[in-house]
């Protein structure tokens, strides 16, 4: 099959006053394309003949390619991944396109990825957050017991929800406020449904809240497009969890002069 | 106190007051609705009930400073939130494309800036009678100075004014019809069990709102209710 793409081209790092650099949408015509090609294997490609006549081949990210990793991710057609539902750039195919089509390719687009370089953005804010509070911090010592501290099913299905976010970005990229309220809704929701999590339930909501305005994400406005784009189908119910535990956390919060005394006496 | 401003401007904290304050408008126009239905009822209904408002006193005053404080905090917030929204997307797409947001969803600044611009020319209109001085002084010269049926049948009898209010009610629908659900979503309200019912819900109240507002200028422009004499 036969595409015609158009693809962003940045030469250099986006910064907080020029974000777009020399960014700009360039047009390439790709034939013979097969219909059983991953999306990423159609740009390898494109980028093989690139490299022939002495072109900048098209930089992106990528690394599993099995839809795991979380690392691939472009918008394509203006929607993050592409036009399948449930699915990673790398497990994109071909044939989800007719011959023909005319495909708009971007990255990321959100104050709080900067573009690295064309497809690429820096995701080191997701990082940030994480680093935050999306752990649990006790020393664990030698693996305990599986069932040692029994967790409901239902509880564990919760956890597990959240818990199959890949940090790929996508939810930052779809919303229309690129806001990451999913991303940082499945860390509270993975969490919160487990008896070692909820031990820190009130500072990590503090926290990653915290984190999460710093890096200079919009704000949720409850349209779901992140649901919609989430490549592992983490539902929005994530986010309302997430409110329900930052409200709470704040209402419980104790003065800082009353942080760590221990108890009276 | 700094825990109350950290929430404040933490980006949860704001979608907080936009829902409690959505909340309490939207009880207000309920509340503002079934008032005004009685008009439905003659002019010793309705002209009763405005005089009853007015008498109030004082009470009438802390509600309406009360209302006026939430709609301000509505309004400002709703602003902020929405500049640091467009700030947080430096570039935009080439190609832009909606998976699943509605169309409300994705015009409620829009939609809300035109409420801001419709509540100034109502209360410029009937409250301050600033826009149409005649219609307010049908209400200060009849029924003890209370006749508000006299001056909104005035008003609607224009055919100009009756088609704009009837128009802001489709905004208003537009409007509520995503703010409802989007608030119990805001504060932790989502279920499976429940989240499709509230989704309903909200364009149910959403419509019935905008409907009951806008048959009141169709009533009188159609001559259901009879202009007063």
Redesign the interface.
């Known amino acids: 099959m036969k595409v015609t793409l158009?693809i962003?081209r940045q030469s250099r790092q986006s910064t907080k006053g020029d974000?777009?650099q020399d960014?700009r949408?360039v047009r390439y015509e790709l034939d013979h394309v097969s219909a059983d090609m991953s999306f990423l294997e159609m740009l390898d490609v494109l980028n093989e003949q690139l490299i022939h006549k002495g072109e900048e081949p098209v930089a992106f990210d990528h690394d599993c390619r099995e839809g795991i990793c979380g690392s691939c991710g472009v918008?394509i057609?203006?929607?993050p991944h592409g036009p399948e539902r449930g699915t990673t750039t790398c497990q994109l195919h071909m044939r989800s396109f007719k011959d023909g089509a005319e495909i708009?390719v971007?990255p990321w687009?959100?104050?709080?990825f900067p573009v690295v370089r064309d497809l690429v953005v820096d995701r080191s804010s997701f990082d940030r957050v994480v680093q935050k509070g999306a752990f649990i911090s006790v020393g664990t010592g030698a693996p305990q017991d599986a069932n040692a501290i029994p967790v409901p099913k239902h509880d564990a299905d919760r956890a597990f929800d959240a818990a199959t976010c890949i940090g790929c970005g996508a939810c930052v990229a779809?919303c229309?406020?690129?806001?990451a309220?999913l991303f940082v809704g499945a860390k509270v929701s993975h969490f919160m449904h487990l008896p070692q999590g909820r031990v820190e339930r009130e500072q990590r909501a503090r926290d990653l809240?915290?984190a999460?305005?710093r890096e200079?994400?919009?704000?949720?406005?409850?349209?779901?497009?992140c649901?919609?784009?989430c490549p592992k189908e983490i539902p929005?119910?994530v986010?309302?969890?997430?409110?329900?535990e930052?409200?709470r956390a704040?209402a419980v919060?104790e003065?800082?002069s009353d942080k760590g005394t221990g108890g009276h006496g | 106190m700094n825990w109350l401003i950290d929430f404040w401007r933490s980006s949860i904290g704001g979608k907080v007051i936009m829902a409690i304050t959505g909340l309490l408008l939207f009880g207000f126009v309920v509340a503002h609705l079934l008032g005004n239905l009685q008009l439905l009822s003659g002019p010793d209904k309705i002209n009763a009930y405005a005089k009853m408002l007015h008498d109030l006193g004082p009470l009438l005053w802390v509600m309406r400073i009360g209302l006026l404080v939430v709609f301000v905090l509505h309004v400002a917030t709703g602003i902020r939130l929405a500049r640091a929204n467009k700030a947080a997307r430096p570039v935009a797409y080439a190609k832009e494309a909606t998976i699943q947001a509605s169309f409300a969803s994705r015009s409620m600044v829009l939609s809300g800036l035109s409420l801001l611009v419709f509540v100034v020319y109502h209360l410029l209109h009937f409250t301050l009678g600033v826009t149409n001085p005649g219609h307010s002084a049908l209400k200060a010269a009849g029924a003890g100075g209370h006749d508000v049926y006299a001056m909104v049948t005035a008003s609607f009898s224009v055919p100009a004014i009756a088609i704009a209010y009837m128009a802001f009610q489709a905004v208003l629908f537009l409007h509520l019809s995503h703010g409802v659900q989007s608030l119990a979503q805001t504060l932790g309200l989502n279920h499976r069990r429940y989240s499709p019912m509230v989704r309903t819900l909200a364009y149910l109240l959403a419509a019935a709102i905008a409907g009951g507002n806008a048959f009141l200028p169709f009533a009188v422009l159609s001559g259901i209710v009879k202009v007063a004499s």
Do not use: L
């Open positions: 158009h962003w974000f777009a960014g949408m918008v057609d203006g929607v708009w971007e687009r959100a104050a709080a779809a229309k406020n690129a806001s309220m809240v915290a999460m305005d200079g994400f919009g704000n949720c406005t409850n349209q779901y497009e649901e919609a784009a929005v119910r986010i309302a969890e997430m409110n329900r930052f409200v704040k919060e003065p800082a």
